[in-house]
């Protein structure tokens, strides 16, 4: 008999004032705007017949409003591996910004003084699937984008920096899965 073949959800928040704007927000703890409040109630539309062995969510409120609205408030457990980036000197800063002073600057491929470097966000990513992979059934994580990107890249067996392929929008889902076991990671669905 084969082993089931279960699928991780992987939901941004919804629209920030800062997320507009394109501000780099790591730990910044930003609240969803009134379109992001919208987007995750909308959300919650798409994703009520659905239901979920675990529930996790950033601790950030922008990551929990989004869950909470969407109706998964009530059962899920905050996990701090799913914070986003620390950017350190670089939180609230725009790429293009930085790019005027690093040029060619990417957060996949340079470092955040002061803040997380592209390893430590792997480590975070890596720790979350393991969990993840331990749970019986469906999974669901509200969060940001881009330990999303890296979660992409490392469920799919790449290395982190492969995270700068995947955009995720604001409370768009990305589903996560497997083709025909689970030596065969793919996206099943993305940035819907």
Known sequence: MSEPLYR????????????????????????????????????????KSLEFAGVFTSPLQRARRT???????????????????????YEGQTTSALRQQH???????????????????????????????????NVIAFSSGHIIRVITARWLSLEPEAGRFFMASTAAINILGYEHDRNEPVICLWNE
Do not use: M
């Open 8 to 47: 991780l959800y992987l939901v941004r928040h919804g629209a920030t004032e800062w997320s507009e704007t394109h501000r780099h927000t790591g730990l910044t703890d930003v609240a969803l705007n009134a379109d992001g409040e919208q987007q995750a109630r909308e959300l919650g539309e798409y994703l």
């Open 67 to 89: 869950c909470e609205l969407a109706g998964f408030g009530a059962s899920a457990e905050s996990d701090r591996d799913l914070l986003e980036w620390d950017y350190g000197d």
């Open 103 to 137: 040029p060619g600057w990417n957060v996949f491929t340079h470092d955040c003084p002061n803040g997380e470097t592209l390893n430590d966000v792997k480590l975070r990513a890596d720790r979350f699937i393991h969990k993840v992979r331990s749970i019986p059934g």
